[in-house]
Each structure stands twice: as C-alpha cells, then as structure tokens.
C-alpha cells in the first residue's frame, strides 16, 4: 500500500523557517516523483514544489522560488520541504503526493485536481504568526 505520511508542521512565526517532511512507504520511491501542495480553506489546490527521484531534478512554481527548497533523502525514503522567511500567506495546510507521470505542469499550477498524483498524504499544517 502507497504511503505518504507528512510531519514537521506547526506554529512559527513570520519571518522564521521551518522543514516539511514526507515519508514515503509502500512503493518504490526512485520510480516517482514526489511533489509538494499547498491548500488553504475555500481555495484551490497549489502546486509548490517537486521532486524527480530518478535524476534528482527539481522544480518551483514561480511564487516560491529563493524561499522554498525541496530535497531527497534517498535513504530513507523521504522529501522534505525547506520554507524560509516565511510569511502570513503561507499558513496553510501542505501536502506531499507521488507521481510517476510528470509533475511540472501540476506544480506550476493555481488549481491541482485529485487525480494529478497517483497517491496523497493527510496534510500537515503550517500556521504562520505575526
């Protein structure tokens, strides 16, 4: 069974950090690429960032590009998610998914459907205070 478990969210105020992660389980991790969404209440899904674990490439949507970075620990099946400075509109609840289609057109997108990964997590939430 395809597992994503995403931990590391919380409280922090504006202008501090902080690291997502998302533990993978269930599959094999190097056939997908993993990405990172994002999804405030009463809106759209967002595209956020990914991760090919085949070639390591990484991808942004413009409006996090310089503050958010995305990383791989091949070892222990886990991607992480990097937020520095963060600000109010951040706060919200982040969510990792696999794919092993392509995810630069779902990352670089302001409304992700369902069906854009193959697998989900439950979400962790990031509340930004100022």
């Known amino acids: 069974e395809v597992q994503l478990v995403e931990s590391g969210g919380g409280v922090v105020q504006v202008g501090g950090s902080l690291r997502l992660s998302c533990a993978a389980s269930g599959f094999r991790f190097n056939d997908y690429i993993i990405g990172w969404f994002r999804q405030a209440p009463g809106k759209a899904r967002e595209g956020v960032a990914g991760v090919s674990r085949g070639d390591g490439s990484t991808y942004y949507r413009d409006p996090v590009k310089g503050r958010f970075t995305i990383s791989s620990d091949n070892a222990k099946n886990t991607v992480y998610l990097r937020i520095n400075m963060l600000r109010p509109e951040y706060t919200t609840v982040y969510y990792c998914?696999?794919?092993?289609?392509?995810?630069?057109?779902?990352?670089?997108?302001?409304?992700?459907?369902?069906?854009?990964?193959?697998?989900w997590g439950q979400g962790t939430q990031v509340t930004v205070s100022s």
């Open positions: 998914a696999a794919s092993k289609g392509l995810l630069s057109g779902p990352i670089q997108s302001e409304r992700v459907e369902e069906d854009a990964c193959d697998a």
